[in-house]
């Protein structure tokens, strides 16, 4: 029953895709929102569903992590979308929620066998903060981008290149700071347990590609909140440091596989 | 259905004539009683602004609105008569909706013309010249000028320079409200460019000028604080937007005071609009991070480019009003047939119900199904005279003389309008 809700989540973000690719090419259309919210509820419906059948936190394969944080860049998207009200925001977000849905799709396995190594209460605390960490920080990573296209335009002085659909300078600098400032300590506080639990397991805990990368990732974002709060960064700069640090993420979230280690999906 | 429009406008006629044909506020009442007063002229209205003159009516005749035009100015036909268009019909419709949707404007797309227009109307159904017709005509006109608006770019994007700043602004603060405007220098132009900023939400203004009494009397304009020139650099940290306009010989801001503005304000970005020839700002100021310098071509770039979408975005709206303009004649045609064809039938079956109620008591001595019989023989005369007038009415449903023969129609049968 979950996969079915998530085949149809997945379908109507197909509607929250095709409003990227049409802004992009400057068409208005409003249709997007009402799919993309029933998709979403679907989304928390299959993944609760889930949850229900393994009676754990469908977290501990890797289409369930990719369901899971597709399902939170959506609520990410959505608050973001509500409180600012820059469609926009959907031509970064939903090539990406609908990537990580599909992959999950993809990656489907029903078996419901949890590694003994992840039967632990820490997994309810540690996953989720990074996870919607990570939604957050892509939040900022979008608006980052958004910044840097608008910024080029209007010192080029070309008026051909002005993006009529973006949302001003302001709005998007805005938007960055405040993802970050709810992104930082949710993947601060998530590293924490990380590293408590790993204590608590193992008694060690750095020697894993994960825990690593997420090290270099958080320094870089602590690097950013202390340029914004100290030095008083905003706008390019800032925008810059913001994408260094969601490519950590990258790296952390999907490269980790590749180094081997304790965070890798068997 | 028969409009008759006649006008003139920037694009036929120099402004001495525009202004010499003309009819104010208060002549316009007048003006339209005397019209509809003439024969053939059952309903008018008229518009008049500094770019055009425009006479619309109901009426069969356009040569009747010139004689008017030139009776109610003492003007000679001759002198008038190459700078004047007459439309009829079809024609006229299209042109009353191309002017409201300004795509006859001198800048197509300015939004004042619809409120222009829409006054007219007031004024004239104020005056009781307006009919079935005209309102209809003018709805639809508003509904297309609406639609145009909403669905193309034709008014979206600024063509004057204060529109162009504050479009720019836009795009640097999103919302203007609680964003400080800073003049400096006391030109014609950067108050204009102020004053737009102002209505689009800026909360404050400051101004500065060399002589001081001329910052004062302008900062008054505009509620605003008046700064001495000498100091008007430590003021520059609270402003958002600074336009520039004095007539000095040398840059007045260079890039390092434009530094050390933004470092004391904490990188908050900063728009400069400089409108001064020869420039007041140095250009190397657009290089800083979170410094956006416009200067007066770069502003004209914008405005260029602007024109140039409009222009395309013009094509689309023409198409539209062909549409529509389609659309309303059909309407219109239908309108004037289909109540003929239904009174018409209607009248008929009236003289028949009639006949046979007259001669109820010639037919009482027939059995049930013979009286069934002559009402359905009856029935069926009707019918059949009928049936070639109305097959050539709906015919003629979609052509622009229908209404001409629906008329005809009406009289031969003596049908009255209900």
């Given at each position: 029953?979950?996969?079915?809700?998530?085949?149809?989540?997945l379908?109507l973000?197909?509607f929250?895709?095709?409003?990227?690719?049409?802004?992009?090419?400057?068409k208005?259309?409003?249709?997007?929102?009402?799919?993309?919210?029933?998709?979403?509820?679907?989304h928390?419906?299959?993944?609760?569903?889930?949850?229900?059948?393994?009676?754990?936190?469908?977290?501990?394969?890797?289409?369930?992590?990719?369901s899971f944080?597709?399902?939170?860049?959506t609520?990410g998207?959505?608050?973001?979308?509500a409180?600012?009200?820059?469609?926009?925001?959907?031509?970064f977000?939903?090539?990406?929620i609908?990537?990580?849905?599909f992959?999950?799709?993809?990656?489907?396995d029903?078996?419901?066998?949890?590694?003994?190594?992840?039967?632990?209460?820490?997994?309810?605390?540690?996953?989720?903060?990074?996870f919607?960490?990570?939604a957050?920080?892509?939040?900022?990573?979008?608006?980052?981008?958004?910044?840097?296209?608008?910024?080029?335009?209007?010192?080029s002085?070309?008026?051909?290149?002005?993006h009529?659909?973006?949302?001003s300078?302001?709005i998007?600098?805005?938007?960055?700071?405040?993802s970050?400032?709810?992104?930082?300590?949710?993947i601060?506080?998530?590293?924490?347990?990380?590293?408590?639990?790993?204590?608590?397991?193992?008694?060690?805990?750095a020697?894993d590609?994960?825990?690593?990368f997420?090290?270099?990732?958080?320094?870089?974002?602590?690097?950013?909140?202390f340029?914004?709060?100290?030095?008083?960064?905003?706008?390019?700069?800032?925008?810059?440091?913001?994408?260094?640090g969601?490519?950590g993420?990258?790296v952390?979230?999907?490269?980790?596989n590749?180094?081997?280690?304790l965070?890798?999906?068997? | 259905?028969?409009l008759?429009?006649?006008?003139?406008?920037?694009?036929?006629?120099p402004?001495e004539i525009?202004e010499?044909?003309?009819f104010?506020?208060?002549?316009?009442?007048s003006?339209?009683?005397?019209?509809?007063?003439?024969?053939?002229?059952?309903e008018?209205?008229?518009?008049?602004?500094?770019?055009?003159?425009?006479?619309v009516a109901?009426s069969?005749?356009?040569?009747?609105?010139?004689?008017f035009i030139c009776?109610?100015?003492q003007i000679?036909?001759?002198?008038v008569?190459?700078?004047?268009?007459s439309?009829?019909?079809?024609e006229?419709?299209?042109?009353?909706?191309r002017v409201?949707?300004s795509?006859?404007?001198?800048?197509?797309?300015?939004?004042?013309?619809l409120g222009?227009?829409?006054?007219?109307?007031?004024i004239?159904?104020?005056?009781?010249?307006?009919?079935?017709?005209?309102s209809?005509?003018?709805?639809?006109?508003?509904?297309?000028?609406?639609?145009?608006?909403s669905?193309?770019g034709?008014s979206?994007?600024?063509?004057?320079v204060?529109?162009?700043?504050?479009?720019?602004?836009?795009?640097?603060?999103?919302?203007?409200?609680?964003?400080t405007?800073?003049?400096?220098?006391?030109?014609?132009?950067?108050?204009?460019?102020?004053?737009?900023?102002r209505?689009?939400?800026?909360?404050?203004?400051?101004v500065?000028?060399?002589?001081?009494?001329?910052a004062?009397?302008?900062?008054?304009?505009f509620?605003?604080?008046?700064?001495?020139?000498?100091?008007?650099?430590?003021?520059?940290?609270?402003?958002?937007?600074?336009?520039?306009?004095?007539?000095?010989?040398?840059?007045?801001?260079?890039?390092?005071?434009?530094?050390?503005?933004?470092?004391?304000?904490?990188?908050?970005?900063i728009?400069?609009?400089?409108?001064?020839?020869?420039?007041d700002?140095?250009?190397?100021?657009?290089?800083?991070?979170?410094?956006?310098?416009?200067?007066?071509?770069?502003?004209?770039?914008v405005?260029d480019?602007n024109?140039?979408?409009?222009?395309?975005?013009?094509?689309?709206?023409?198409?539209?009003v062909?549409?529509?303009?389609?659309?309303?004649?059909?309407?219109?045609?239908?309108?004037?047939?289909?109540?003929?064809?239904?009174?018409l039938?209607?009248?008929?079956?009236?003289?028949?119900?009639?006949?046979?109620?007259?001669?109820r008591?010639?037919?009482?001595?027939?059995?049930?199904?013979?009286?069934?019989?002559?009402d359905?023989?009856t029935?069926?005369?009707v019918?059949?005279?009928?049936h070639?007038?109305?097959?050539?009415l709906?015919?003629m449903?979609?052509?622009?003389q229908g209404?001409?023969?629906?008329?005809?129609?009406?009289?031969?049968?003596?049908?009255?309008?209900?």
């Amino acid at each position: 029953m979950h996969v079915v809700l998530l085949r149809l989540a997945l379908g109507l973000y197909s509607f929250g895709f095709a409003h990227s690719v049409l802004t992009a090419l400057k068409k208005k259309q409003t249709f997007f929102q009402p799919a993309v919210f029933a998709g979403f509820i679907l989304h928390v419906a299959s993944i609760a569903l889930r949850a229900l059948d393994v009676r754990y936190l469908p977290l501990t394969q890797q289409y369930e992590a990719f369901s899971f944080f597709g399902a939170l860049t959506t609520l990410g998207f959505l608050i973001a979308y509500a409180k600012y009200r820059i469609a926009p925001l959907s031509v970064f977000a939903f090539p990406l929620i609908f990537i990580m849905t599909f992959v999950a799709n993809l990656f489907y396995d029903p078996s419901a066998s949890i590694p003994p190594v992840l039967r632990s209460n820490w997994i309810y605390i540690h996953t989720p903060l990074v996870f919607f960490g990570y939604a957050a920080l892509f939040i900022a990573f979008a608006a980052a981008i958004m910044y840097l296209i608008q910024e080029r335009a209007l010192k080029s002085k070309h008026p051909i290149r002005f993006h009529n659909w973006l949302p001003s300078l302001e709005i998007c600098d805005d938007l960055a700071y405040k993802s970050l400032a709810i992104g930082f300590p949710l993947i601060t506080l998530g590293i924490v347990t990380g590293a408590l639990w790993a204590q608590a397991v193992w008694g060690v805990w750095a020697r894993d590609a994960k825990v690593l990368f997420s090290f270099l990732t958080w320094f870089v974002y602590m690097m950013l909140i202390f340029y914004r709060l100290i030095a008083g960064w905003r706008g390019r700069k800032a925008a810059y440091l913001s994408i260094v640090g969601f490519i950590g993420v990258l790296v952390t979230f999907l490269g980790a596989n590749y180094f081997g280690g304790l965070h890798t999906f068997q | 259905m028969q409009l008759a429009l006649v006008g003139l406008s920037h694009k036929t006629a120099p402004v001495e004539i525009r202004e010499r044909l003309a009819f104010s506020n208060d002549a316009l009442r007048s003006a339209l009683a005397s019209l509809v007063d003439r024969r053939a002229v059952n309903e008018a209205m008229i518009l008049s602004t500094c770019n055009r003159v425009e006479v619309v009516a109901e009426s069969p005749d356009d040569r009747l609105i010139r004689d008017f035009i030139c009776e109610f100015h003492q003007i000679s036909h001759d002198s008038v008569s190459t700078h004047l268009y007459s439309y009829r019909n079809v024609e006229a419709i299209r042109h009353v909706f191309r002017v409201t949707a300004s795509l006859d404007s001198m800048v197509i797309g300015e939004p004042q013309i619809l409120g222009q227009v829409k006054e007219a109307f007031r004024i004239a159904m104020d005056a009781g010249t307006v009919g079935m017709h005209l309102s209809a005509l003018m709805n639809r006109a508003f509904a297309v000028a609406k639609k145009v608006r909403s669905e193309t770019g034709i008014s979206q994007s600024a063509v004057s320079v204060s529109y162009a700043a504050v479009e720019l602004a836009r795009k640097i603060f999103g919302d203007l409200s609680g964003k400080t405007v800073m003049i400096i220098g006391a030109s014609k132009m950067g108050e204009l460019a102020a004053k737009h900023l102002r209505r689009a939400g800026a909360s404050s203004v400051l101004v500065t000028n060399r002589t001081f009494e001329r910052a004062v009397e302008l900062a008054k304009v505009f509620e605003g604080a008046a700064v001495p020139f000498e100091h008007f650099t430590d003021h520059m940290t609270g402003a958002d937007i600074v336009i520039t306009s004095t007539g000095a010989p040398h840059f007045i801001i260079g890039r390092n005071l434009a530094e050390q503005v933004i470092h004391r304000r904490k990188n908050k970005p900063i728009f400069f609009i400089d409108i001064a020839v020869p420039r007041d700002i140095d250009p190397a100021v657009n290089q800083i991070d979170n410094a956006f310098l416009y200067d007066i071509d770069d502003l004209q770039q914008v405005i260029d480019a602007n024109l140039k979408e409009r222009f395309k975005e013009a094509m689309r709206a023409e198409q539209i009003v062909d549409d529509e303009v389609e659309a309303f004649c059909l309407k219109m045609q239908t309108r004037d047939v289909v109540p003929t064809i239904v009174q018409l039938r209607d009248s008929l079956e009236k003289v028949r119900r009639d006949e046979i109620e007259r001669n109820r008591r010639h037919l009482k001595d027939l059995s049930p199904d013979q009286q069934a019989a002559v009402d359905q023989i009856t029935k069926s005369i009707v019918n059949k005279i009928l049936h070639p007038p109305i097959e050539q009415l709906k015919q003629m449903a979609h052509d622009p003389q229908g209404a001409d023969l629906a008329d005809l129609i009406r009289k031969i049968f003596n049908v009255k309008p209900q």
